[in-house]
């Protein structure tokens, strides 16, 4: 009598491990004989690479983007430190009659200062003085410096309109200049 209790136990073991072993294969792997499972799993997997493609083009268009930022930032941090130069004249010759300026004119898109620097001239009484027409409708004049034959003026600017006056102070005769103007910002 023990031993059809004994294979009805192993009978119920067995039972019990092979039909949810059974059902989760069948979960897992699908019903291979249905085509309408397979077409919706290839369906599904079409709209998946679709996204995949689509999310992979935003990771793309994001770092494209991120770049042309940093590039700002550090064009803008460039500027706040005052690391860019721009040339305004390079070894420039001017003529005046006695008592004269000539005037180099630019645009300060943003604060910084300017550099002029009289490289030669035929007389002692060269003379520079720097105009501003600020973007805020003030005019700043600064003092008029005496750079003699050769000589270099720094003065600060805000944005606006800037003119570099290159003088000949003499009574009597003209003067020739040699200048090179330069902005930083």
Known sequence: MKTPILIGIIVAV???ITVPSVMYFILIHGNQNNPNVVASSNSNTTVLLQEIASLKAQISNLTSENQALQSEVNNLQSIVNLQNTRTIANDYTVNQPA???STISFTANYAGY????????????TTVT????TNMGQT??????NVGTSGTVVFPVLPG???VEVGNSNFFNGATETVTVTYTY
Not at 114 to 125: E, Q
Not at 130 to 133: A, D, K, L, S
Not at 140 to 145: D, F, G, K, M, N
């Open 14 to 16: 067995v039972v019990a």
């Open 161 to 163: 309109e800037i003119e």
């Open 114 to 125: 300017v550099t002029v620097n009289v490289l030669s001239s035929t007389t002692t009484k």
């Open 140 to 145: 700043i004049t600064s003092q008029t410096y």
């Open 99 to 101: 008592g004269q300026y």
């Open 130 to 133: 720097i105009v501003e027409y």
